[in-house]
């Protein structure tokens, strides 16, 4: 939830200070839409480019002031001016909308706005596809987390096959499959059409998937590496983007010797899930393994920029300093254990074992 706090804590940065450092330039352009040509059945086709550029900053622009504080003066008159323009028809917003960049944090504080004063379904499924669209392009969790606040708010007003697909989708990316397929399901009732079938048919293909891996993870857990390898070959194509599958064969493949395919899967692994701390942990020890000691420095520093509490993760990087023969930070980096957990029996032993090796050279 941090990027609707965000949103919500938004302050004045609105246009009007940006263009004259005056606020009631925000009056001016307000007075100049209200001379915009309307018709019997609400508004005329309006070209885009024949409206004033401040104009459309302010259609923009006066989100935030929603978004900030719906009791102010000014998303009052905002409201007020968009039930005047359209005869309670926001066709010439959704029209502005359509040209805005959604990458844009300050726009989408603005939709945010027009989400929770309008409570129109149109801006939080808008909202709710252009912070989905952020994660995929990002990896970013918060904005997946903030698409499904938004599509939840988006069901509570309305519920629709589109609403209920993205929240299949979300669920699945989040490893919450049962919950993706009952939202699969929900969703053709509403729309049986071909692409909603789909969705339900690969939600229970990634269920059967996960259950299978489950059971290789067990296996694994077991030292019987190779009856977990031959329950993941019965794996759907479609596993190839469960993360948690090429962790379980990097696993297995360590395990049997075979480091080469062990790296490929982690690396597919880490491709998938680049916040998944253990990854990190695996391939940058079996980069220490296998001797290539630069490609362990750059995946372990990684790991530990994510989980620097991780005393697992930072014992390996005090090995791996040590190694290339930067002692005195794994000394540096032990302490750092040492601090978190007392207790750590390994890190004292690694920690006395350095020190020796300093004191002998």
């Known amino acids: 939830m941090n990027f609707l706090k965000k949103l919500k804590d938004i302050s004045s940065k609105f246009v009007f200070y940006e263009l004259d450092k005056n606020i009631n330039l925000g009056n001016i352009i307000l007075k100049k839409a209200f001379k915009l040509p309307l018709s019997k059945d609400g508004i005329n086709d309006i070209s885009l480019d024949s409206i004033d550029i401040n104009l459309k900053k302010c259609f923009i622009n006066m989100g935030y002031i929603i978004a900030k504080d719906r009791t102010s003066i000014l998303s009052k008159s905002y409201m007020d001016f968009i039930k005047t323009i359209s005869n309670n028809d926001d066709r010439v917003l959704k029209s502005l909308l359509s040209e805005v960049s959604f990458k844009?944090?300050?726009?989408?504080?603005?939709?945010?706005?027009?989400?929770?004063?309008?409570?129109?379904?149109?801006?939080?499924?808008?909202?709710?596809?252009?912070?989905?669209?952020?994660?995929?392009?990002?990896?970013?969790?918060?904005?997946?987390?903030?698409?499904?606040?938004?599509?939840?708010?988006?069901?509570?007003?309305?519920?629709?096959?589109?609403?209920?697909?993205?929240?299949?989708?979300?669920?699945?990316?989040?490893?919450?499959?049962?919950?993706?397929?009952?939202?699969?399901?929900?969703?053709?009732?509403?729309?049986?059409?071909?692409?909603?079938?789909?969705?339900?048919?690969?939600?229970?293909?990634?269920?059967?998937?996960?259950?299978?891996?489950?059971?290789?993870?067990?296996?694994?857990?077991?030292?019987?590496?190779?009856?977990a390898l031959l329950i993941l070959d019965d794996l759907s194509l479609e596993s190839d983007r469960l993360w948690k599958k090429h962790?379980?064969?990097?696993?297995?493949?360590?395990?049997?010797?075979?480091?080469?395919?062990?790296?490929?899967?982690?690396?597919?692994?880490?491709?998938?899930?680049?916040?998944?701390?253990?990854i990190y942990f695996l391939l940058g020890n079996l980069s220490?393994?296998?001797?290539?000691?630069?490609?362990?420095?750059?995946?372990?520093?990684?790991?530990?920029?994510?989980?620097?509490?991780?005393?697992?993760?930072?014992?390996?990087?005090?090995v791996l300093y040590s190694k290339i023969s930067k002692k005195e930070i794994a000394v540096s980096v032990l302490n750092t254990v040492l601090k978190i957990d007392p207790k750590d029996d390994e890190a004292k032993n690694l920690f006395i074992a350095i020190e020796r090796e300093i004191y002998e050279n």
């Open 288 to 318: 220490i393994a296998v001797g290539d000691l630069l490609k362990a420095k750059e995946i372990l520093e990684s790991g530990v920029k994510l989980e620097p509490l991780n005393t697992k993760m930072l014992k390996s990087l005090s």
């Open 104 to 227: 844009d944090e300050n726009n989408l504080a603005s939709i945010y706005g027009f989400a929770i004063s309008t409570n129109d379904v149109f801006y939080y499924n808008i909202l709710g596809k252009a912070l989905l669209d952020l994660f995929v392009e990002t990896n970013n969790v918060n904005f997946l987390d903030d698409s499904y606040t938004m599509y939840l708010e988006s069901e509570k007003i309305l519920v629709s096959a589109e609403c209920y697909y993205y929240l299949s989708f979300i669920e699945s990316e989040k490893d919450e499959f049962i919950k993706s397929y009952d939202y699969a399901l929900k969703c053709i009732e509403i729309d049986d059409n071909e692409t909603y079938k789909n969705l339900l048919l690969d939600g229970m293909n990634i269920i059967k998937d996960r259950s299978l891996i489950m059971s290789a993870e067990n296996k694994v857990l077991e030292n019987d590496f190779k009856n």
């Open 247 to 278: 962790i379980c064969l990097g696993k297995i493949y360590m395990n049997l010797g075979e480091n080469v395919k062990a790296i490929e899967s982690l690396k597919r692994a880490l491709e998938i899930n680049p916040s998944e701390v253990e």
